[in-house]
T-cell receptor, first 114, second 118 residues
Framework: TAGITQAPTSQILAAGRSMTLRCTQD?????MYWYRQDLGLGLRLIHY???????GKGEVPDGYSVSRANTDDFPLTLASAVPSQTSVYFC?????????????FGEGSRLTVL | AQKITQTQPGMFVQEKEAVTLDCTYD???????LFWYKQPSSGEMIFLIY??????QNATEGRYSLNFQKARKSANLVISASQLGDSAMYFC???????????????FGKGTMLLVSP
């Protein structure tokens, strides 16, 4: 079972360039999330989507945009990358209905902006 | 105020000993959930254990248990009989609202790095 697939695994990007991090899930989860992980700061929510066609801002949304055209895909776009966006990015999803509400994570995308 | 506080940046424990990783939380919701995730050096996020705010008993999953003290707003992770493979970063997280709410997100703490020595 693939679960959540993120691409690319890692990327070096020149400042000012645009970049889209891809995230695909095969669990038919309604909710999807993008977090960034930085040393000493833990994971911080960038954007989320509760269902296809809707998105919302998290704690650190500036400089990022997302779209949710369908249930499976939730790409994260950096329109004009800056060095402070150097981070590890995690995509996650959550199933609907009863349960713990745990998040299922992809393996992360390491982005370096120079 | 931070919603999730992990006050221990790093912890050391010897193999086979028990260790407690601290987590305190802040919420005004009556319904919430608390989670612990493990992140080994390979980077993936592994779900360990969950405690719901209405659960009367502390959650347990194998060698992991969650010491839930609701009045003190703490949700410490206890790892019994530590193993070398337990060396990892551990994150505490909280969901506010019901688990089946489409609008709930997880807020994470800053993490605790656990090193288990032989």
């Amino acid at each position: 079972t693939a679960g959540i697939t993120q691409a690319p695994t890692s990327q070096i990007l020149a400042a000012g360039r645009s970049m889209t991090l891809r995230c695909t899930q095969d669990m038919r989860h309604n909710a999807m999330y993008w977090y960034r992980q930085d040393l000493g700061l833990g994971l911080r929510l960038i954007h989320y989507s509760n269902t296809a066609g809707t998105t919302g801002k998290g704690e650190v949304p500036d400089g990022y945009s997302v779209s949710r055209a369908n249930t499976d895909d939730f790409p994260l776009t950096l329109a004009s990358a800056v060095p402070s966006q150097t981070s590890v990015y995690f995509c996650a999803s959550k199933g609907q209905g009863a349960g713990t509400g745990e998040l299922f994570f992809g393996e992360g995308s390491r982005l370096t902006v120079l | 105020a931070q919603k999730i506080t992990q006050t221990q940046p790093g912890m050391f424990v010897q193999e086979k000993e028990a260790v407690t990783l601290d987590c305190t939380y802040d919420t005004s919701d009556q319904s919430y959930g608390l989670f612990w995730y493990k992140q080994p050096s390979s980077g993936e996020m592994i779900f360990l254990i969950y405690q719901g705010s209405y659960d009367e008993q502390n959650a347990t999953e194998g060698r992991y248990s969650l010491n839930f003290q609701k009045a003190r707003k703490s949700a410490n992770l206890v790892i019994s009989a530590s193993q070398l493979g337990d060396s990892a970063m551990y994150f505490c997280a909280m969901r506010e609202g019901l688990s089946n709410s489409g609008y709930s997100t997880l807020t994470f703490g800053k993490g605790t790095m656990l090193l288990v020595s032989p």
